[in-house]
């Protein structure tokens, strides 16, 4: 399995950026998904999470403000994070991440995407 992030960068307070998820080298439109935050000095938390059903959940702090979605109709598979109305407490590196499903015990990792927000 192959995750390769892209679309992270520097943005002020209150904008917007969109990652981007390819997902190649399995059959992963049966599998859980979902993004995966590192701010400085605190551990991995799950933001994002959506299911084999398409249903979504997301971490309380970003809830409102991120939206995750994927795109199972073509290979690669692409999963997406719209991020809005950023905060400087979202600066983070970003990883996509196939995951147990009702978890986050992550099988598979990205190599990650650095947002920024100053």
């Known amino acids: 399995v192959q995750l390769v992030e892209s679309g992270g960068g520097l943005v002020q307070p209150g904008g917007s950026l969109r990652l981007s998820c390819s997902a190649s080298?399995?059959?992963?439109?049966?599998?859980?998904m979902g993004w995966v935050r590192q701010a400085p000095e605190k551990e991995r938390e799950g933001v994002a999470a959506?299911?084999?059903?398409?249903?979504?959940?997301?971490a309380d702090s970003v809830k409102g403000r991120f939206t995750i979605s994927r795109d199972i109709s073509k290979k690669p598979l692409y999963l997406y994070l719209q991020m809005n109305n950023l905060k400087p407490e979202d600066t983070g590196i970003y990883y996509c991440?196939?995951?147990?499903?009702?978890?986050?015990?992550?099988?598979?990792w990205g190599q990650g995407t650095q947002v920024t927000v100053s």
């Open positions: 991440a196939v995951r147990v499903c009702g978890s986050w015990s992550v099988r598979y």
């Open positions: 080298g399995y059959t992963l439109s049966g599998f859980c």
């Open positions: 959506i299911d084999t059903d398409g249903s979504t959940s997301y």
